[in-house]
Nanobody
């Protein structure tokens, strides 16, 4: 499945954005989708994931309570609603998919299929 992230942009601190991750075909029940980000000068890091089958969600501590991941199966799309944005959230955001186990949901290397990123810039 090919993934395409969109929805990035420039927003002031405290604002909101919704990112979309559109899949080229139906997201089958064995596939988990994750959002990651890479800030300038930093490594790519886990943000959130929605797991296969039951759809359990996990978040990085830095975004918990502010970001929400969701899936619209009919549209083959996974969303990342980002509220109360901070300058530290500035990064290129990527979505990726994996058939890997939930026990390693945060592991960048477990995600084998990546789409091009979308830039989010939060001004102070």
């Amino acid at each position: 499945v090919q993934l395409q992230a969109s929805g990035g942009g420039l927003v002031q601190a405290g604002g909101s954005l919704r990112l979309s991750c559109a899949a080229s075909r139906r997201i089958d029940s064995s596939l988990s989708i994750g959002w990651f980000r890479r800030a300038p000068g930093k490594e790519r890091e886990f943000v959130a994931t929605i797991r296969r089958s039951g759809g359990t969600r996990y978040y990085a501590d830095s975004v918990k309570g502010r970001f929400t991941i969701s899936k619209d199966a009919a549209k083959n799309t996974v969303y990342l609603q980002m509220n109360s944005l901070k300058p530290d959230d500035t990064a290129v955001y990527y979505c990726a998919s994996t058939y890997g186990p939930t026990s390693t949901y945060w592991d960048v290397d477990m995600y084998t299929n990546w789409g091009p990123g979308t830039l989010v810039t939060v001004s102070s």
